[in-house]
C-alpha cells in the first residue's frame, strides 16, 4: 500500500514503522492508541486540559466566538507549519460552526521564532501577508525553538513576545478591526526508548516558557491555549504508537490530539458526526485547500515570481496565474462550507 508522503516513518529505537500508511478512507480508530482514544473519543481532553486551564482562564475569561465570515490565520514555527498537511483544526471549527463560512490560512513557517522570521528576498514581512489575507483572527504558535535557550532567554523571550502582541495589535489586517490575538503553547516533548535522548530537561526548559507565555498573554489581555500540559499528560498515558516522529514533530495522531485541545480553547467541543466518510471526505477537501494556498503563498521557484529573476517575464505571466490561484481557493473555501453544513447535519 502506497504511504502517505507528508507523514515521515515513526522510528521508535527499535523498529521502524508508519505512523498512517496510506491514509485510509475512514479514521482507523483501531489504530489509535488506547489513551488517545479514550482521551478523545470520550471527552478525556476536556479533563486534561483543565490542567494547564488556570492560565487560560486568567489571560482570558470569556468564552470565544467565531463571527460571520471569519478568517483565522496560523503563524509560528514547524508546529503550526506542519498542521496543514493534516486538517484536523479547520475540520472541527467548520463542524462546529457550519454556518459563520469560516476559512483558515496556514502561515507557519519552520524555525520561525517570535524574533526572528527570516524570508526570501521581497517576500513580504509579516503585516503584509497577515494584510493580504484580511486575517481577523491570528493563532501565535511559538516557545518551542526559543525553549532552547533555556533560562537564560527567558526574559529576551518575554520581551519579543510583547514586541510582537504590539506589533500586531497595531493593525487591523481586515480593514476594519485589530485581530484578535490567541497565544498557543509549545507542545510537551515525547519520551521514546534509545536513541532517543531524555525528554525530561526539555520538558522543564518548555514549561517555563509555556508559563511565560501564560503570564504575557494575561498581561496582553488575550486569549492564551495551554498544549504544554495537556500533551503532556496524554503522551505519559499514551501506551500505543508514538504520538510524534522524533519526540517533538506529531504524527497524525497527534496532530488530532492536539487539534481537539486547540478548538476546545477556541470553544468547540462537540463531537465529531459518526458518518466517518464524510467527515473523511470534508478533511481531505481542507487538505487540498491547503497545498493550493501554500502554492500561492510560498510559490516554487519563488526567484523568478518576485524575486531577482522576476524581471522580465514574471512580472507578466505570474500575477494572472495569482490571480488565478485566488479564485481557486476561494471555491475550495465555499466547497469546504458547503460540505461542512452537510457533514454537520448528520451529527447523531
Known amino acids: 500500500m502506497a504511504t502517505d508522503p507528508t507523514v515521515p516513518p515513526v522510528f521508535t529505537g527499535r523498529v521502524a514503522r508508519e505512523s498512517n500508511p496510506g491514509r485510509p478512507p475512514q479514521f482507523a480508530f483501531s489504530r489509535f492508541s488506547q489513551a488517545a482514544r479514550r482521551l478523545i473519543v470520550a471527552g478525556g481532553i476536556a479533563a486534561l486540559f483543565g490542567i494547564g486551564a488556570s492560565a487560560q482562564e486568567d489571560a482570558k475569561d470569556e468564552a470565544f466566538t467565531f463571527r460571520q465570515g471569519e478568517r483565522v490565520v496560523l503563524i509560528g514555527s514547524t508546529l503550526a507549519d506542519r498542521l496543514q498537511h493534516f486538517g484536523w483544526l479547520e475540520l472541527r471549527l467548520q463542524l462546529a460552526h457550519p454556518d459563520l463560512h469560516l476559512s483558515l ?15 526570501p528576498l521581497d517576500f513580504g514581512d509579516l503585516e503584509t501577508h497577515l494584510t493580504d489575507q484580511k486575517a481577523d483572527t491570528i493563532l501565535m504558535c511559538f516557545g518551542t525553538n526559543e525553549s532552547f535557550a533555556g533560562e537564560a532567554g527567558l526574559e529576551k523571550f518575554r520581551t519579543d513576545l510583547r514586541t510582537l502582541i504590539e506589533r500586531l495589535s497595531a493593525v487591523s489586517f481586515n480593514g476594519e478591526s485589530p485581530a484578535r490575538l490567541v497565544l498557543v503553547s509549545p507542545i510537551a516533548q515525547e519520551q521514546l526508548v534509545a536513541p532517543w535522548p531524555d525528554a525530561a530537561p526539555r520538558n522543564l526548559a518548555l514549561e517555563k516558557y509555556t508559563a511565560a507565555m501564560g503570564e504575557e498573554a494575561k498581561a496582553a489581555g488575550i486569549r492564551f491555549i495551554d498544549l504544554f500540559h495537556p500533551t503532556r499528560s496524554l503522551m505519559a498515558e499514551n501506551s500505543g504508537a508514538p504520538l510524534t516522529i522524533n519526540g517533538l514533530h506529531p504524527t497524525s495522531d497527534g496532530y488530532r490530539a492536539i487539534s481537539e485541545i486547540l478548538a476546545l480553547g477556541l470553544g468547540v467541543s462537540d463531537p465529531l458526526p459518526r458518518d466517518e466518510a464524510a467527515v473523511q471526505g470534508l478533511r481531505d477537501l481542507i487538505i487540498e485547500k491547503n497545498r493550493e494556498f501554500m502554492l500561492r503563498w510560498r510559490p516554487v521557484n519563488a526567484e523568478y515570481v518576485f524575486g531577482r529573476r522576476k524581471e522580465p517575464f514574471g512580472v507578466l505571466t505570474f500575477p494572472p496565474e495569482m490571480e488565478q ?5 476561494t471555491a475550495l473555501d465555499e466547497k469546504i462550507q458547503a460540505e461542512a453544513g452537510k457533514v454537520a447535519a448528520s451529527k447523531p
Open 105 to 119: 490560512r496556514n502561515m507557519g513557517w519552520s524555525g520561525d521564532e517570535v524574533a526572528l522570521m527570516p524570508r
Open 325 to 329: 490561484l485566488d479564485r481557486q481557493l
